[in-house]
């Protein structure tokens, strides 16, 4: 073979090698650079926050609202203020802590109220239910009416009221019942009621509970003790009173008390001492 013969092959045969060589590396780092790292993807529900106004969150600014507001309806219906009571409050303190929303059937008269944005506008929300309120008739006990009713009962002379933050939760699937947007709850405006486990309804947000003695609501005798106690009053007094409450807020059903031969004794004499105490400053 001459010499030109065995340059041109180990030139051929180096031409090969680089070749390969660059196939293989072009392999490689196709390899590299097509290579992916999959993360799994996480549903993430955001928590929106109770407000915290001092109505709330101050003990003795939560008393004096409840009481301001409610002395004013009162006052408005021709019915003496409300003192304040420990034993009343302590228990009203017990059942808000459960965020349980159902009424505790206890021996008192009793409003609840959940997720309003301060301590008035909870306590406008029972008052302005008047709105529905027959004075002439009157209407009696209802549902719609009963939290008012317990208001401005005449002859109730003490009340005791707790707050409780019981949060906002969501069920195990991530929703809320009867909610569509969480930043209602947020501006204070929810209609949210979440189901517990055992089918219960818990609170949400702002819990109130007030406590009412003696009871209000009593039936019988053909609606006679409303009339008796639920006064309509002036129409320049029914003015005074502040209506800042939106009436889509929930608040609980208004308990009922059914007269017993005890009771009806005590309110006659109630309604007496009151009529005199009454006069006596006029």
């Not at 965020?99 to 959940?114: I, M, Q, R, V």
């Not at 406590?211 to 002036?234: C, I, Q, R, T, W």
Request: with cysteine; glycine share 6%.
């Amino acid at each position: 073979m001459s010499t030109f013969s065995r340059t041109l092959t180990s030139c051929l045969f180096l031409v090969t090698i680089v070749s390969l060589m660059l196939a293989v590396g072009a392999q490689e780092t196709v390899y590299i650079t097509t290579k992916t790292t999959v993360e799994a993807v996480k549903t993430v529900y955001a928590t929106p926050t109770v407000p915290t106004p001092a109505s709330y969150t101050s003990v003795d600014n939560f008393k004096d609202t409840v009481l301001k507001v409610t002395n004013e309806y009162r006052r408005t219906h021709d019915a003496s203020p409300l003192a304040w009571n420990k034993t009343l409050t302590e228990y009203a303190q017990k059942w808000a802590e459960s965020c349980t929303w159902k009424h505790s059937d206890g021996p008192y008269g009793e409003n609840l109220a959940f997720g309003y944005p301060n301590a008035s506008a909870a306590v406008e929300a029972w008052g302005n239910e008047r709105d529905m309120y027959n004075f002439d008739k009157p209407t009696g006990f209802t549902e719609a009416t009963g939290h008012f009713t317990q208001l401005v009962w005449r002859t109730t002379t003490e009340v005791g009221c707790a707050a409780i933050n019981c949060g906002l939760s969501r069920n195990k699937d991530g929703k809320r019942d009867n909610i569509e947007d969480d930043e209602d709850i947020e501006r204070g405006e929810s209609h949210l009621i979440a189901r517990e486990p055992d089918g219960s309804t818990r609170a949400q947000g702002w819990y109130v509970v007030c406590e009412y003695s003696p009871a209000g609501n009593v039936v019988g005798m053909h609606d006679k003790y409303f009339k008796l106690n639920v006064k309509e009053g002036s129409s320049s007094q029914t003015s005074s009173a502040t209506t800042t409450a939106s009436t889509s807020q929930p608040t609980g059903g208004a308990s009922m008390k059914l007269a017993t031969e005890s009771q009806l004794c005590l309110a006659i004499l109630s309604l007496v001492t009151v009529a005199v105490g009454m006069n006596l400053y006029t």
